[in-house]
């Protein structure tokens, strides 16, 4: 029996949560990848900042609001969670490689074992950002969901500057990480990789979501609202947020009925 085959094996056991690792190699470095899935049907990622349950040092302080998305999801779908991006010695032997390319194997070689050959991502933030990458490089998005990110007109610069000083201040590998990332975006012409992407599509955000850091103002929810129209044209879903912030994730309540008003019609078809 090939890996692959393998590890859809491991994965396909039990009813429950399924947690295994994956190695990918980074040069003479290993990355391990920690991921559970929860429930039948459809598969959809749920990507960062939401992780995968207390692997992470010292537990996961986001916990209760993984659960609040699972409780609202998994009667419909099977649910993958990562530990991702790295931590720990993980972060320190991918700084050199974390680029887009390296992030979307990552996620790929997890779909694989999980035997999603399609499968939904959501994403928020920099898991937004990971989302449009993903569905730049492969076709095995059956949605995307980008939240808490504009799809078009984002400024890569600006959010390689910001990682930067916050990796120069915290002196830490997971900011870092960023730096490498966001550095191979500088050039990135997302309307153009935009405007190619044929999967269903959505994003939403908080309505005034802004943030300054480093001197640096990065518009999201702004943003969103002025490329509303373009965004519609190219086939997306944009829903804006009153009354929140760049915080809208952690509000399960909210974001949920958004995002399955999106997903049900598409991947819950008799």
Known sequence: MERRDLLRFVASLGAGTVVSTLLSKRGAAQTSVRYEVYGRGPALFLGSPLSASNSRPGGDPLAAIRQGYLDRLTDRYQVI???????????????????PDHVCADILAVADATGADRFAWYGYSWGGVVGLQLAARTDRLSALICGGWPPIGASYPDMAAVAQWLAERTRRAEAQLMVTFYRALEQWRDAEAVSRFTCPRMTFAASGDTITTAGRTVRIGPLIAERKADLERMGWMVQLVDDVRHDLFTRPEMVVPLVRAFLDPVLLRA
Do not use: H, R
């Not at 969670?81 to 680029?99: E, H, I, L, N, Q």
């Open 81 to 99: 969670v990562m530990d991702y991006p790295p931590t720990g010695p993980d972060a320190v032997g991918a700084v050199a490689s974390f680029d």
